[in-house]
């Protein structure tokens, strides 16, 4: 949308750092910051300007600022990445009138600038999680569950998990071991583990994602174990 500079005028420094207001002809006044008046020319009474452009520049630039610090030393998803770009920059922030139309533009354009620098992407996310679950003792469907959760792409988390080639039986061993520490053996009067102990045991186990015949066995193997 082409619009007309009319006046440009130095204001108050507003929390968001805007201290000049320019007033368009047919957009009326919108606020920018000292280097975004110079950067654009915006002093330039009477120039004729492409309104939606130089807008979607500028918040693009907004939207750099205060994103890279977020994903620059960790790993984001883009939906991570996108939801936090539509809370900063939403109507409530003042990013309504002539803004909202341009809006998501800038942030599609923004994801687009981090992924193409390796700060952005579903595959570096989900390959970072992964290597930082490695302690975790759970499924690979727990661990694609838990992306899925936090903003990954579900067939992207459900390759990485393949990909990442998980020693499902020892995670669930090493689960239950752990579990097991913490737990009260309950013993019947013929010195066996519990029905009601074991049936708790195999339930943590399936509630971290493994499969019933491995948890089922994983926890019959380790009573056999403690009872001999």
């Not at 939906?79 to 533009?105: C, E, H, M």
């Not at 708790?200 to 019933?212: H, K, N, P, V």
């Not at 066995?217 to 174990?225: E, F, K, L, M, S």
Request: overall charge negative.
């Amino acid at each position: 949308m082409n619009d007309i500079i009319l006046n440009c005028e130095k204001s108050e420094l507003s929390a968001a750092g805007e201290e000049y207001i320019v007033d368009f002809k047919a957009s009326g006044q919108v606020r920018f910051g000292f280097d975004e008046t110079i950067e654009y020319c915006l002093y330039d009474v009477g120039r004729e300007v492409d309104l939606d452009a130089l807008l979607c520049k500028v918040l693009e630039a907004r939207m750099k600022r205060d994103v890279i610090p977020y994903c620059a030393f960790t790993r984001r998803t883009e939906r991570q990445i996108t939801d936090r770009l539509y809370n900063r920059f939403s109507a409530d922030d003042g990013y309504a009138g002539v803004w909202a139309p341009v809006v998501k533009r800038a942030a599609e354009n923004v994801v687009s600038y981090l992924k193409e620098r390796g700060y952005a992407g579903d595959s570096a996310y989900c390959a970072a999680y992964i290597k930082s679950c490695a302690g975790k003792n759970s499924s690979g469907d727990y661990i694609a569950g838990e992306l899925i959760r936090l903003g990954g792409d579900r067939s992207v988390a459900a390759l990485a998990v393949a990909e990442a080639s998980l020693d499902e039986a020892e995670a669930c061993r090493r689960a239950l071991v752990k579990k097991a520490d913490n737990t009260r053996m309950i013993f019947d009067e013929d010195c066996r583990v519990a029905q009601k102990t074991r049936a708790a045991l195999i339930r943590f186990l399936l509630s971290r994602g493994f499969e019933t015949g491995l948890a089922v066995n994983t926890v019959d193997d380790y009573i056999d174990r403690i009872r001999n």
